[in-house]
């Protein structure tokens, strides 16, 4: 089947009235002129779908509100669709062990084991690619054997190693967490830092031990050939520590000194599409622009919220020195290479059929999405989309 008369976002171009033909759930062909005959898509955009490798949204989808669980068979469809909508079509579902949550609660390590063997046995159901992302809090020792047990049984994907505890990464600047902390459980300042003085001193643990930690998750990650990811770094050092442990990928890095070394040494940072799209990080760190204008963006990650990767891209694209087609490698083909996706990424024959087809009006919309060459999302603006396409195949 061809899908004819479309804006082309290739790998490192963009041509108009193009055309891609699908077959058996593959990118068979790609032509720079229409093709007679194919479904029409009038000058619409059609990019590689979205590969998100962190999105926190799963832990919200299971817990709308604090302690009202929703089970996995609710959420992860309710996800599915919503990411889908957003032309994500391979998406990574961030999950964390925390050393502050008590057993059973929302990211300790008896309820975000359950979480990720939950989310991996129905995955297969989905639309989207779902692949698991556990997020290890590295002053939580009890969690190292869990994580193990997970990796061996082949049920994560991809690892970050992140340290909450206030003072440092994320939450360097304490009065502006103490602040946040305040804001959010509607207690005074005063209540808020001292919940921020015990929170250090319940995190705080032996240098040595957080090493350790960190070392057997880097062995058992290369071990099993799973993606190693730092998260918020915010100095050099941390982020040499982080490359030298094989991490792959840079999480959020909250300063450019922490972006630029990681970089430099080969790996990839990624940032937030809705710290691109808004301009500035909420917590008051790195802004994606900043690091994008001096070329140290590779990424771009759903963090909390689909819809906003594309006009993240949008947006970027107006600075990018390769335009759209350097855009949009942030949510494609870049993830895929730090992944080690290379199925998908790129309009290009051989790869997996996954698209996202954009109305480029305004900041732009997904009006249909495609995995392996099914559509798996349409707003019904191309009429008969998804009857067109099955009856082709």
């Known amino acids: 089947m061809w899908l004819s008369d479309f804006t082309l976002v ?6 108009e009235h193009g055309s891609v033909r699908i077959e ?7 032509a720079e002129t229409p093709v007679p005959g194919g479904l029409p898509g009038n000058g619409l955009q059609i990019f590689p779908g979205f590969i998100d490798m962190h ?19 609710v959420a992860l469809p309710h ?6 909508a957003s032309g ?22 008896e309820h975000t084991s359950e979480t990720i063997r939950n989310l991996h046995a129905l995955r297969d159901s989905c639309r989207v690619d779902h692949k698991i992302h556990a997020r290890f809090d590295i002053t939580f020792d009890n969690a190292v054997g869990v994580l193990a047990d997970l990796i061996e049984a082949g049920t994560v994907d991809l690892v970050s190693l992140m340290d909450h505890t206030p003072g440092q990464g994320q939450y360097r600047d304490i009065e502006r967490h103490v602040a946040h ?69 840079g999480e959020f890095p909250v300063t450019l000194e922490a972006a630029k070394t990681a970089a430099d040494r080969g790996m990839m940072n990624a940032m937030g599409a809705p710290n691109a799209m808004r301009g500035q990080s909420y917590s008051g760190n790195l802004s994606a622009r900043q690091a994008h204008e001096k070329g140290l963006l590779h990424i771009l990650a759903a963090d909390y919220h689909p819809g ?17 087609a350097g855009a949009a490698a942030l949510a494609t083909a870049n993830p895929a290479k730090a992944l080690g996706l290379a199925d998908r990424g790129r309009l290009q024959p051989g790869l997996r059929a996954d698209l996202a087809v954009v109305d480029p009006e305004g900041m732009g919309r997904v009006i249909a999405s495609f995995s392996r060459g099914e559509v798996i999302f349409s707003n019904g603006s191309l009429n008969g989309l998804a009857e067109r396409v099955q009856a082709v195949a």
Not at 59 to 67: A, F, G, L, Q, V
Not at 308 to 324: F, K, S, V, Y
């Open 55 to 73: 999105g926190d949204m799963i832990e919200i989808e299971m817990e709308p509100r604090m302690k009202v669980d929703f089970p996995m068979e």
């Open 181 to 249: 902390v305040a804001a959010l459980r509607g207690v005074s300042e005063t209540e808020a830092r001292q919940i921020v003085t015990t929170r250090i001193a319940e995190r705080s643990r032996p240098q040595q031990i957080l090493l350790d930690n960190m070392r057997q998750v880097s062995e058992l990650c290369q071990s099993h050939g799973v993606a190693l990811a730092s998260h918020d770094d915010d100095t050099a050092d941390k982020a040499h520590l982080m490359a030298d442990l094989g991490a792959a990928i």
């Open 79 to 84: 996800l599915d669709a919503r990411l889908a």
């Open 10 to 15: 290739l790998p490192d171009r963009v041509v």
């Open 308 to 324: 906003a990767i594309l006009p993240a891209i949008r947006i970027l694209a107006d600075t990018d020195p390769n335009g759209l």
């Open 88 to 109: 994500v079509t391979t998406a990574y579902a961030a999950v964390s062990f925390s050393r502050a949550a008590k057993n059973g609660e929302r990211r300790s390590f």
């Open 24 to 30: 058996n759930g593959l990118i068979a062909d790609i």
